[in-house]
């Protein structure tokens, strides 16, 4: 991954969700006063068990939609933080779902689209839990498609996922630009053969994972330029 790396001949840019379009840190954010000293650990380790949970029960073969795998994860981090409140986290569960998207992501779809390249998302979510975020950032006029692995009933990174974005879209792998902040969701699509924008918004170090990305970012707002557009 070189800072002048661009991709060429891409048809279609798919995004991850969570991390990536949305941020996932709102919803707590939202109820730091409330939560107090407890804010950042909550959130963190209520992700860390959110992903954790998609990761055991496929390889448990126990599917759960990404609802109530959120739900899960979010009373064990509770229960860790000895926070016994249920009105906060029924609050929780609710912001989840109108998370704010990041501060360049409306600019950056409205110009793909405006240059013709085809735009999804392609989510662990589950199909209501997305249609809401999408709907409660004013996005659903920038993006074409949104897929959710419930349609094939496992989570990323098994590879089937990722072959969804190919079907539904029609474009081969490697006209795929895939965009994810997820190291781990990143190596995946890569080792799949999608064209790999790594958003690495929180300054993480690379997995030692098969698959590498293609192109290293902080965050979307240089995505069109290394598209070339």
Not at 66 to 84: H, K, N, R, S
Not at 123 to 134: H, I
Not at 152 to 158: E, L, M, S
Request: hydrophobic share 45%; proline share 5%; with cysteine.
């Amino acid at each position: 991954m070189g800072p002048d790396d661009t991709l060429t001949n891409i048809q279609a840019c798919v995004f991850d969700a969570y991390g990536t379009l949305f941020d996932f840190n709102a919803a707590v954010a939202a109820r730091r006063d409330r939560i107090g000293d407890k804010a950042d650990r909550l959130s963190e380790l209520w992700r860390l068990r959110q992903l954790q949970y998609t990761w055991l029960r496929s390889l448990m073969r126990q599917h759960a939609d990404f609802w109530q795998i959120t739900g899960e994860a979010l009373d064990y981090a509770l229960a860790a933080l000895e926070i016994d409140d249920p009105k906060l986290r029924d609050d929780l569960m609710d912001l989840y779902r109108r998370l704010d998207a990041f501060e360049e992501v409306p600019e950056v779809l409205a110009k793909l689209k405006s240059a013709g390249v085809k735009t999804a998302i392609l989510s662990n979510g589950a199909p209501a839990m997305l249609a809401d975020a999408v709907h409660s950032a004013g996005l659903q006029d920038s993006i074409d498609q949104v897929l959710s692995v419930e349609e094939v009933g496992i989570y990323k990174p098994d590879p089937r996922v990722y072959q969804l974005a190919v079907d539904r879209l029609g474009v081969p792998p490697s006209a795929i630009s895939f965009q994810s902040s997820n190291a781990w969701d990143a190596a995946g699509a890569a080792a799949y053969g999608l064209a790999v924008v790594w958003i690495n918004r929180y300054a993480q170090p690379a997995e030692h994972l098969p698959g590498e990305p293609r192109i290293e970012l902080t965050s979307l707002r240089d995505l069109p330029a290394r598209l070339g557009l």
